[in-house]
């Protein structure tokens, strides 16, 4: 969209409590009816778990709908879909980049680069609703990671863009975009879910490498106050080298077969809990040059993958698909999985399993 076009089309701009600077474009709620839409952990994440678990490397991929986004995506890090007519999207928007060291340098590779960070409101139309500004100028912590709706607040990490850092973590009121920054940790943090049943925050570090845990059940008296860093209640790294995880959802707590968590390796003598609670993500591998996609069920205890499956497919401009934000759902007993992989010029693409 031009720039005259989203002047003409702008309609207000608003100040929330929480000093997040909104800008709406459509005269459109956020959401429909002002109602919250349940989540995946309460609807369809069983649904998903299971179709899942029959996925392979030589499952086919139909492609359902690709949709052109609205105006300029910056980099789009994490989305989720908020009931069956709107779609958050992280957007990232750098004003200058890193550059990597020689050496590491106060236990960071890289300069810390400058940027802001955006959560944009769509239709399914690709129609951009509403822009948030998360970020203010000059803060080091403006890059948005992956997102988790929980069916009452989008929670997002607002972390600096380089490993071994820092990061904020934030909850978004979808009804009015108000954003409150709850506590801040000692590290990059990219991807978060909420599990909505124990009340705890499971975030990711750098490229998925490493899970930390907080219990949302304490806050706030057991968080240190900003701008001190609160340290988890459960630090576990990522057994997996297959994909760096970017963007994952709660998908609930689900009892999955034995066959599958004897593989995995789990010890049915200590104490063993068969039900787990599942998120699930996405990612890529970058191996020489080689840029490798993947899907996951992991198991939000152990960081422990359930089941991955590879993902081949680029999007017309010859991006990885699950380079950043995913999602999905079950169509008529079908999976589907949502992409947007581009940045900038960003398209929604919608693939079925079959």
């Known amino acids: ?6 002047l003409l089309a702008a309609l207000a701009t608003v100040s929330a409590a929480s000093n997040t600077n909104v800008t709406v474009y459509r005269n459109e709620s956020f959401l429909p009816g002002n109602i919250l839409p349940p989540p995946h952990a309460v609807t369809d994440g069983g649904a998903i778990v299971d179709l899942f678990l029959s996925l392979s490397s030589s499952t086919k991929w139909k492609l359902v709908s690709k949709t052109k986004m609205q105006g300029n995506t910056g980099e789009p890090e994490g989305m989720a879909r908020v009931g069956d007519e ?5 957007s990232n928007q750098y004003t200058e980049s890193t550059v990597k060291y020689n050496a590491t340098i106060n236990g960071t590779d890289r300069t810390d680069g400058a940027g802001y960070c955006h959560m944009l409101i ?3 139309q690709g129609q951009v609703i509403a822009n948030a500004s998360l970020t203010p100028p000059g803060d080091m912590e403006y890059h948005g990671g992956g997102i988790d709706y929980d ?3 989008v929670w997002i990490t607002l972390a600096q863009y380089r490993p071994n850092s820092t990061a904020t973590i934030a909850r978004i009121d979808p ?4 954003t409150t920054r709850l506590f801040r940790v000692g ?11 124990t009340n705890e925050l499971v975030t990711l570090n750098w490229n998925g490498a490493n899970a930390t845990t907080f219990s949302l059940n304490e806050y706030p008296m057991g968080f240190t106050p900003m701008p001190g860093f609160t340290h988890p209640m459960r630090d576990v790294p990522n057994p997996s080298f297959y994909v760096g995880y970017q963007d994952c959802k709660f998908l609930g707590h689900h009892a999955l077969p034995n066959l599958l968590l004897a ?4 010890n049915y003598q200590i104490n063993f809990n068969p039900v787990r609670p599942v998120m699930l993500c996405g990612g890529v591998a970058t191996l020489d040059g080689f840029s490798l996609g993947g899907i996951a069920l992991v198991d939000m205890l152990t960081m422990l993958p359930l089941w991955e499956v590879p993902i081949t497919l680029t999007s017309d401009l010859g991006v990885t698909l699950t380079e950043n934000p995913i999602d999905a759902q079950v169509v008529d007993g079908k999976l589907r999985m949502w992409f ?4 900038h010029n960003s398209t929604l693409y919608i693939y079925e399993a079959q």
């Open 122 to 124: 769509y239709n399914l």
């Open 187 to 197: 590290d990059h943090n990219g991807g978060i879910v909420h599990d909505i049943f």
């Open 1 to 6: 969209m031009r720039a005259s076009a989203l």
């Open 340 to 343: 947007m992989p581009d940045q």
């Open 263 to 266: 593989q995995r390796g789990y």
């Open 86 to 90: 709107r779609l958050f999207v992280t």
């Open 151 to 153: 069916g009452r607040y």
């Open 175 to 178: 009804l009015n975009l108000n």
